[in-house]
């Protein structure tokens, strides 16, 4: 039986759902808002054919237009961005885990916008890299507010069900979280 086509599934714009999904909680933005900085991150991305191209071929990790729409969002909306990991760093899944859970018991509106890969088997390419936004911590389930409609989307993240190195993939931990990638959201106080 034939599927059909659901919106995401064509489009590599998963990273600026990501963060309009960050925006939604956060802010409470509704459709027409999230409908016009989809928009205007398009425009913009189009005005640089180079880089509109590199996303639509997903030849780029999206950090900078993450990075571009929140940069352009703080100056609309009271937001404060927080990314603690550089490139290269890597914090181990259990500093991460609990720097999420520390992150959500802070209060005020709060989310966390990020890049996972998703492999299938150890040693195999990753046959998903999706951004994806959290929006709350509940004992050892990282529960995640995603724009994925497929049956077989992840939709929470397990305490011990990720690594944070590719290279550490195994056949328990298939999902690597990349921290360079994490955005930490939330109103100002």
């Known amino acids: 039986m034939l599927k059909p086509f659901y919106q995401g599934k064509l489009d590599t714009f998963c990273a600026i759902y990501a963060v309009l999904n960050a925006l939604r909680l956060t802010h409470g933005i509704r459709t027409l808002k999230a409908r016009v900085i989809l928009n205007e991150t398009l425009v913009a991305l189009a005005a640089s054919p180079e880089a509109f191209k590199m996303v639509l ?23 404060e961005a927080h990314s603690p990991f550089a490139r290269g760093e890597n914090p181990g899944s ?36 999706h951004w994806t936004t959290a929006d709350r911590m509940d004992d050892d389930i990282l529960h995640l507010f995603d724009c994925s409609h497929e049956a077989e989307a992840v939709l929470n993240i397990r305490k011990n069900s990720f690594v944070t190195r590719p290279e550490d993939i195994s056949k328990d931990r298939l999902l690597c979280i990349q921290p360079s990638s994490m955005r930490f959201l939330r109103v100002p106080f």
């Not at 720097?99 to 390419?125: D, H, K, M, Q």
């Open 94 to 129: 259990e500093y991460l885990w609990n720097y999420c859970r520390e992150w959500f018991a802070g209060g005020a509106p709060r989310a966390i916008v990020f890049r996972f890969l998703r492999s299938l088997t150890p040693g195999a390419a990753p046959v998903n890299r």
């Open 57 to 79: 071929d997903q030849e780029t990790d999206y950090v900078q237009l993450v990075d571009g729409i929140l940069s352009a969002q703080g100056k609309v909306f009271p937001l």
